[in-house]
Nanobody
Framework: QVQLVESGGGSVQAGSSLRLSCAVS???????MGWFRQAPGKEREGVAL????????YYAGSVKGRFTISQDNAKNTLYLQMNSLKPEDSGMYYC???????????????????WGQGTQVTVSA
């Protein structure tokens, strides 16, 4: 059973940086991992994804150039470095993982089987 535990959220001002962490346990056949976020009244959206086998990364257009996803295999941890934060980046951030290796619908949260409990990020203007 894969378990994901996020940490690192908080309340910051616009222009600040935060780094989210996701501790992974029970890792077996996970091929894709990523960060998703959900603002109140909005659908959950994919923010940054990584193919764990090769390390290829993919970003939503709204965060490209500001966010960086990375993995530390020795620590079994996934990271999301968020720079130049904007108020519209606010929301609950979730770490997610899936076993399928196929690069289809990687930004679709419904294709991810494993989720963390989330960590709140609030960016004030």
């Amino acid at each position: 059973q894969v378990q994901l535990v996020e940490s690192g959220g908080g309340s910051v001002q616009a222009g600040s940086s935060l780094r989210l962490s996701c501790a992974v346990s029970g890792y077996t056949y996970i091929n894709w991992m990523g960060w998703f976020r959900q603002a109140p009244g909005k659908e959950r959206e994919g923010v940054a994804l990584i193919y764990t086998g090769g390390g290829s990364t993919y970003y939503a257009g709204s965060v490209k150039g500001r966010f960086t996803i990375s993995q530390d295999n020795a620590k079994n941890t996934l990271y999301l470095q968020m720079n130049s934060l904007k108020p519209e980046d606010s929301g609950m951030y979730y770490c997610a993982a899936r076993e399928s290796r196929i690069m289809i619908s990687i930004f679709d949260p419904s294709t991810y089987a494993y989720w963390g409990q989330g960590t709140q990020v609030t960016v004030s203007a």
